[in-house]
């Protein structure tokens, strides 16, 4: 056998690999909670003038009512809830609503509660007491 001879092997260093880092996924903020819940109109011992029972609500949540994680207006008409949920300032209170929890008192209480996504209850107004009126022919 010969022996073959062989030109110096080619050599080259490798760029470093670069790894990816891990990333964690961000924490969700912590919701921040409510502070107050208040009702502003009707006023406490006010009054509501309306034939139809359709009358608008005034309200304030502090910090501000957070729809983008799903929280909502949950509103109680003499203890009753009504079925569906509001987020909007003022919120309307139709003559539908009325009707379902319709009395012939003349004094009715309204609570607010804000609720989140899962239907929790986070927060609830002090109860308001307010006299609804309604025009009557002679």
């Known amino acids: 056998a010969n022996a073959v001879e062989l030109a110096p092997l080619n050599t080259f260093a490798a760029p470093p690999v670069l790894l990816p880092?891990?990333?964690?996924k961000p924490q969700a903020a912590a919701p921040i909670p409510y502070e107050r819940l208040t009702i502003t109109d009707p006023e406490n011992?006010?009054?509501?003038h309306t034939n139809t029972g359709d009358f608008d609500v005034?309200?304030?949540?502090v910090p501000p009512l957070d729809t983008q994680r799903g929280d909502a207006i949950i509103v109680k008409l003499d203890g009753t809830p009504l079925p569906q949920s509001f987020s909007a300032v003022?919120?309307?209170i139709g003559a539908a609503d009325w009707q379902r929890v319709f009395s012939e008192n003349v004094e009715h209480r309204l609570q607010l509660l804000i609720v989140?996504?899962?239907?929790?209850v986070l927060i609830e107004s002090a109860p308001v007491k307010f006299y609804m009126h309604h025009a009557t022919a002679r």
């Open 21 to 24: 880092t891990p990333t964690t």
């Open 45 to 48: 011992e006010g009054s509501v």
């Open 58 to 61: 005034q309200w304030q949540a």
């Open 90 to 92: 003022p919120l309307h």
């Open 116 to 120: 989140n996504a899962d239907g929790a």
